[in-house]
C-alpha cells in the first residue's frame, strides 16, 4: 500500500511505513497521519478479510496508531466475536496506551481461554496492576499450555516485585 504525503511516496511494510526513495521509517507524526490517510482510504466496515484486518491491526499498533488499531480490532471481532487472539491484541493495545484496568475488562469474557497469547497479555496486565498473585496463575497456565519467551518475561517481572512468590516457602 502507497501513499503520498507531503510530495512524499511511502509505503507500507509488512511491519512499518518506509519513505520509497531514502528508504528510512519516517518519524512517528508523518507515521501516524499516514496511518489516519490509510483509515480513510480503507473503510474499516467494508472490510471482510479478517487476516488481513489482523494483520493491520498489529501493524498500527506497532507503530503506535492505537485508536487505528483499536477500530480493526473491533471490526474482526465482529467477524469473529470469539476469536481469543483478537482479544490478545487488543489487551496488548490498551496495554500500550497505559490502560491495563481497560486491557482486562475488555478480554474477561475470556478470562478462562487456554489461548497462550491472550493468558501472556492479561499477565501482563496484571503485573501493571501491581496484582502480582494472580499474574502468576495466569502466567502459569501459559507455561502449561506453551512455554514462550514472553510468559519467561512475565515470570521474570514477577520474580523481580515478588520474589517470595516463587521461593520455596510460597509454593508450599
Not at 40 to 55: D, E, H, P, V
Not at 75 to 89: I, K, N, W
Not at 125 to 136: G, I, N, P, Q, T
Request: glycine residues 4%; contains cysteine; aromatic residues 6%.
Amino acid at each position: 500500500m502507497d501513499i503520498e504525503l507531503d510530495g512524499r511516496k511511502y509505503t507500507l511494510t509488512g511491519e512499518t511505513w518506509v519513505d520509497v526513495e531514502s528508504h528510512q521509517i519516517p518519524p512517528e507524526i508523518i507515521r501516524r497521519k499516514l496511518e489516519q490517510m490509510l483509515a480513510k482510504k480503507t473503510r474499516i466496515g467494508s472490510l471482510t478479510n479478517f487476516n488481513y484486518i489482523m494483520k493491520r491491526a498489529k501493524q498500527c499498533r506497532e507503530s503506535k496508531a492505537y485508536t487505528e488499531a483499536l477500530r480493526l480490532a473491533q471490526r474482526a471481532l465482529e467477524l469473529s466475536p470469539d476469536d481469543p487472539g483478537v482479544y490478545a491484541v487488543i489487551c496488548a493495545i490498551q496495554r500500550d496506551r497505559g490502560r491495563p484496568e481497560d486491557a482486562l475488562e475488555a478480554t474477561n469474557r475470556l478470562a478462562r481461554s487456554n489461548h497462550p497469547a491472550l493468558l501472556n497479555s492479561r499477565a501482563a496486565a496484571l503485573c501493571d496492576l501491581e496484582k502480582w498473585k494472580e499474574a502468576k496463575k495466569v502466567v502459569g497456565r501459559s507455561l502449561a499450555i506453551q512455554k514462550t519467551e514472553e510468559a519467561f518475561s512475565i515470570v521474570q517481572r514477577i520474580k523481580s516485585a515478588r520474589p517470595t512468590l516463587y521461593s520455596k516457602q510460597s509454593n508450599k
